[in-house]
C-alpha cells in the first residue's frame, strides 16, 4: 500500500533554519519589518465565532513592554455567554471538520508553514514589539511555529494509516485514532507565536475543534496566525478566537460540558486551577476531559570541578538570561562544585556584567523588557528576597529606560533550600548554589517541586552517565545550555509539579488529542 507521505510527496522532517542577522541584507529586511509593523500599530483585531468575525462594547489593548505607552493591538472583551457560544460553536462544527481526510488537514499545516516562512521578518518583528523579545529570539519563535506545522503534519500522515497489531486467525483486525473533540486551548505569552501555534495545528490536524483564548499580553500574534490559518484553508469554523479577561472567560472554557480537552501552558498555581475544574465533570459532560499541561520550572545546572568553566559560564549567562529569564526551561538556580565555586562566580559576573539592556527592537541589546508591570514588579520583590538570603553580585533593580527593564541580577551563596532556589522567579534572576561534591549537587539540583529542564556541565564520563540515571528531569542537557529545545531532535515537558510531560515536538505528542479504536470482523 502506497503510504499517505508518499502520496503526498513530503520529504523527511528537518529544522528550520534561522536568519543570519549578521548578513547586511538580512538586518535590512528586519529593519523594514519592524517599521510595516510600527506602522500597524492601534489596529483593532475582531473574535472569530462561529466563523463570524465578532466585536464587542468593551475593549484592551496590548501594548509594547519597550515603551508602554505604545499600542500594539485593540482587543474585544468577551463575555462568559460569548465564551459558552464559542464553544457550542466549536462542538457543533466538530461534526465537519473530523470527517476532513487526514491529508487534507495535514496540506493546511504545511500552507501555513510556507506563509509564516514567508512573513518571517514581519512575525518576528511582531513577536519583538509585543512580548519584547531580541530579534534572534524572536526568530527561534517564528522557526519552531514552522517547525511544528511541518513535524506535526507528517506525524498526522504517520498515524492515519492503520496501526499494525497482531494479526488474528477468521478476522479482520484493525486499531484507527480518531479525534476527541473540543480543544480549549489556553496558550503563555513567553513563546507568543511557537507555543501557541503549536498547540492549535495539532488540535487542528487531528480533526479536533479549537476554543482559542491567547494571553493577555500577546493577542495581536495570535489574531495573526488565526488569520494565516484562514488562509491556507482551515474553514473559519475550525477555530474560535476568544479575547478578553481570563478571570471571566477561562473558568467558562475549562468547565463548559462540551469542551473535551484543555492545552495550557502557563504557571503551576493556573495549571493546577485547571486540572481542578476539568477533573470536576459538569451536568451533560458525557467523558473524563483530558489536559496536556505544561507549567513551570525552577531549572537547574550543575558546573562540576571537572567542567569547562569557560563553557559554563557562557551556557549559564545564555539560559539565565536569555528573554530575560522568561522562558520555563531558564536556568534559575546554578550549582557550583566548591573546589571552583569562586573562579566560576567571579568569571560569571563579570561575563553578566557585559549585557546590554534596552528596547528589543534594537539589535545591540541582549536584554529586551520584561513583559509587563506587573511581571517587573513581582520580579523585583524577588531580587529583594533574594538580598537577604544571599550575596547581590551584580543587578539587583530596575534598568534605565521607560520600559519594564530589569538588570540581569546574580545572587550568590544561596541556601538549597530558600525561597530563591525553590520557587519561580520568572525574570533574570540567577541563585548560585555552592555544591560540596557530585554527590550533594545532584540532591540539590532534585530537591525542588519542579522536574523541567537541567544541565550538567562534567568533563568525567562517569559522573556523566550517573545524571542520565539520577537527574529527574524531563528534558536534561549535558555540556551545553538547558534552553533551546528543537522539534523532532529535544521533545519537550517535564515531571511533577512541572506538568504532565506532555513532550511537544516530539512521537508521542499528537496521541494526546486523539483516542484509539480498535476494530476487529469475523471473516469465513
Not at 528550520?16 to 510595516?36: C, G, Q, T
Given at each position: 500500500?502506497?503510504?499517505?507521505?508518499?502520496?503526498?510527496?513530503?520529504?523527511?522532517?528537518?529544522?528550520?533554519?534561522?536568519?543570519?542577522?549578521?548578513?547586511?541584507?538580512?538586518?535590512?529586511?528586519?529593519?523594514?519589518?519592524?517599521?510595516?509593523?510600527?506602522?500597524?500599530?492601534?489596529?483593532?483585531?475582531?473574535?472569530?465565532?462561529?466563523?463570524?468575525?465578532?466585536?464587542?462594547?468593551?475593549?484592551?489593548?496590548?501594548?509594547?513592554?519597550?515603551?508602554?505607552?505604545?499600542?500594539?493591538?485593540?482587543?474585544?472583551?468577551?463575555?462568559?455567554?460569548?465564551?459558552?457560544?464559542a464553544v457550542d460553536a466549536a462542538n457543533k462544527?466538530?461534526?465537519?471538520?473530523?470527517?476532513?481526510?487526514?491529508?487534507?488537514?495535514?496540506?493546511?499545516?504545511?500552507?501555513?508553514?510556507?506563509?509564516?516562512?514567508?512573513?518571517?521578518?514581519?512575525?518576528?518583528?511582531?513577536?519583538?514589539?509585543?512580548?519584547?523579545?531580541?530579534?534572534?529570539?524572536?526568530?527561534?519563535?517564528?522557526?519552531?511555529?514552522?517547525?511544528?506545522?511541518?513535524?506535526?503534519?507528517?506525524?498526522?500522515?504517520?498515524?492515519?494509516?492503520?496501526?499494525?497489531?497482531?494479526?488474528?486467525?477468521?478476522?479482520?483486525?484493525?486499531?484507527?485514532?480518531?479525534?476527541?473533540?473540543?480543544?480549549?486551548?489556553?496558550?503563555?505569552?513567553?513563546?507568543?507565536?511557537?507555543?501557541?501555534?503549536?498547540?492549535?495545528?495539532?488540535?487542528?490536524?487531528?480533526?479536533?475543534?479549537?476554543?482559542?483564548?491567547?494571553?493577555?499580553?500577546?493577542?495581536?500574534?495570535?489574531?495573526?496566525?488565526?488569520?494565516?490559518?484562514?488562509?491556507?484553508?482551515?474553514?473559519?469554523?475550525?477555530?474560535?478566537?476568544?479575547?478578553?479577561?481570563?478571570?471571566?472567560?477561562?473558568?467558562?472554557?475549562?468547565?463548559?460540558?462540551?469542551?473535551?480537552?484543555?492545552?495550557?501552558?502557563?504557571?503551576?498555581?493556573?495549571?493546577?486551577?485547571?486540572?481542578?475544574?476539568?477533573?470536576?465533570?459538569?451536568?451533560?459532560?458525557?467523558?473524563?476531559?483530558?489536559?496536556?499541561?505544561?507549567?513551570?520550572?525552577?531549572?537547574?545546572?550543575?558546573?562540576?570541578?571537572?567542567?569547562?568553566?569557560?563553557?559554563?559560564?557562557?551556557?549559564?549567562?545564555?539560559?539565565?538570561?536569555?528573554?530575560?529569564?522568561?522562558?520555563?526551561?531558564?536556568?534559575?538556580?546554578?550549582?557550583?562544585s566548591e573546589k571552583i565555586y569562586d573562579t566560576?562566580?567571579?568569571?560569571?559576573?563579570?561575563?553578566?556584567?557585559?549585557?546590554?539592556?534596552?528596547?528589543?527592537?534594537?539589535?545591540?541589546?541582549?536584554?529586551?523588557?520584561?513583559?509587563?508591570?506587573?511581571?517587573?514588579?513581582?520580579?523585583?520583590?524577588?531580587?529583594?528576597?533574594?538580598?537577604?538570603?544571599?550575596?547581590?553580585?551584580?543587578?539587583?533593580?530596575?534598568?534605565?529606560?521607560?520600559?519594564?527593564?530589569?538588570?540581569?541580577?546574580?545572587?550568590?551563596?544561596?541556601?538549597?533550600?530558600?525561597?530563591?532556589?525553590?520557587?519561580?522567579?520568572?525574570?533574570?534572576?540567577?541563585?548560585?548554589?555552592?555544591?560540596?561534591?557530585?554527590?550533594?549537587?545532584?540532591?540539590?539540583?532534585?530537591?525542588?517541586?519542579?522536574?523541567?529542564?537541567?544541565?550538567?556541565?562534567?568533563?568525567?564520563?562517569?559522573?556523566?552517565?550517573?545524571?542520565?540515571?539520577?537527574?529527574?528531569?524531563?528534558?536534561?542537557?549535558?555540556?551545553?545550555?538547558?534552553?533551546?529545545?528543537?522539534?523532532?531532535?529535544?521533545?519537550?515537558?517535564?515531571?511533577?509539579?512541572?506538568?504532565?510531560?506532555?513532550?511537544?515536538?516530539?512521537?508521542?505528542?499528537?496521541?494526546?488529542?486523539?483516542?484509539?479504536?480498535?476494530?476487529?470482523?469475523?471473516?469465513?
Open positions: 500500500m502506497a503510504t499517505a507521505e508518499t502520496k503526498l510527496h513530503v520529504p523527511e522532517f528537518t529544522n528550520e533554519p534561522f536568519i543570519d542577522f549578521s548578513n547586511a541584507e538580512n538586518r535590512k529586511r528586519m529593519e523594514a519589518a519592524l517599521a510595516k509593523v510600527k506602522a500597524e500599530f492601534g489596529q483593532e483585531y475582531p473574535m472569530w465565532i462561529a466563523g463570524q468575525k465578532v466585536i464587542t462594547t468593551g475593549k484592551k489593548k496590548s501594548t509594547n513592554p519597550s515603551r508602554p505607552s505604545e499600542v500594539i493591538g485593540v482587543f474585544q472583551d468577551a463575555s462568559k455567554e460569548q465564551a459558552a457560544q462544527y466538530f461534526d465537519v471538520w473530523k470527517k476532513v481526510p487526514a491529508e487534507t488537514r495535514a496540506k493546511y499545516l504545511f500552507k501555513a508553514a510556507q506563509i509564516v516562512r514567508e512573513r518571517k521578518f514581519e512575525l518576528g518583528a511582531l513577536v519583538c514589539y509585543e512580548v519584547g523579545k531580541s530579534w534572534i529570539e524572536a526568530d527561534a519563535d517564528i522557526a519552531e511555529t514552522i517547525d511544528f506545522c511541518e513535524y506535526y503534519g507528517r506525524e498526522m500522515l504517520r498515524l492515519s494509516e492503520p496501526q499494525k497489531l497482531t494479526p488474528m486467525r477468521g478476522e479482520r483486525n484493525y486499531m484507527v485514532y480518531i479525534p476527541l473533540g473540543v480543544g480549549a486551548v489556553i496558550p503563555p505569552w513567553n513563546f507568543p507565536m511557537a507555543i501557541m501555534a503549536g498547540l492549535v495545528v495539532s488540535s487542528l490536524v487531528t480533526g479536533n475543534t479549537v476554543v482559542l483564548k491567547p494571553a493577555a499580553d500577546s493577542p495581536t500574534i495570535a489574531a495573526k496566525f488565526v488569520d494565516i490559518l484562514h488562509e491556507a484553508g482551515v474553514p473559519n469554523e475550525a477555530v474560535q478566537f476568544l479575547t478578553g479577561s481570563g478571570a471571566v472567560i477561562g473558568d467558562v472554557i475549562v468547565q463548559h460540558p462540551k469542551t473535551r480537552y484543555i492545552g495550557f501552558t502557563g504557571s503551576k498555581e493556573v495549571g493546577l486551577r485547571i486540572a481542578e475544574l476539568a477533573n470536576k465533570p459538569q451536568p451533560g459532560q458525557i467523558w473524563i476531559k483530558r489536559t496536556v499541561l505544561e507549567m513551570g520550572g525552577k531549572d537547574g545546572m550543575i558546573v562540576d570541578e571537572e567542567a569547562d568553566v569557560d563553557a559554563a559560564v557562557e551556557g549559564t549567562v545564555q539560559a539565565a538570561f536569555g528573554y530575560q529569564g522568561q522562558k520555563c526551561s531558564a536556568c534559575s538556580r546554578v550549582i557550583v566560576f562566580l567571579n568569571k560569571l559576573v563579570e561575563r553578566t556584567k557585559k549585557i546590554k539592556v534596552g528596547p528589543s527592537d534594537d539589535p545591540n541589546n541582549y536584554m529586551g523588557p520584561v513583559v509587563s508591570e506587573t511581571a517587573m514588579k513581582g520580579i523585583l520583590n524577588y531580587i529583594e528576597v533574594g538580598k537577604k538570603e544571599g550575596r547581590l553580585m551584580t543587578g539587583g533593580g530596575r534598568a534605565a529606560g521607560e520600559g519594564y527593564f530589569v538588570e540581569p541580577t546574580i545572587i550568590a551563596d544561596v541556601d538549597p533550600k530558600a525561597r530563591l532556589a525553590q520557587e519561580e522567579v520568572f525574570g533574570p534572576v540567577l541563585a548560585v548554589i555552592k555544591a560540596r561534591n557530585f554527590d550533594h549537587a545532584m540532591e540539590i539540583a532534585n530537591n525542588t517541586e519542579f522536574g523541567l529542564t537541567g544541565a550538567v556541565y562534567s568533563k568525567n564520563p562517569e559522573k556523566i552517565r550517573r545524571a542520565e540515571e539520577e537527574f529527574h528531569v524531563g528534558n536534561l542537557y549535558l555540556n551545553r545550555k538547558c534552553t533551546g529545545a528543537m522539534v523532532g531532535a529535544h521533545p519537550f515537558g517535564g515531571f511533577n509539579m512541572s506538568g504532565t510531560d506532555s513532550k511537544t515536538g516530539g512521537k508521542d505528542y499528537l496521541l494526546l488529542f486523539l483516542q484509539a479504536k480498535a476494530v476487529a470482523e469475523k471473516v469465513s
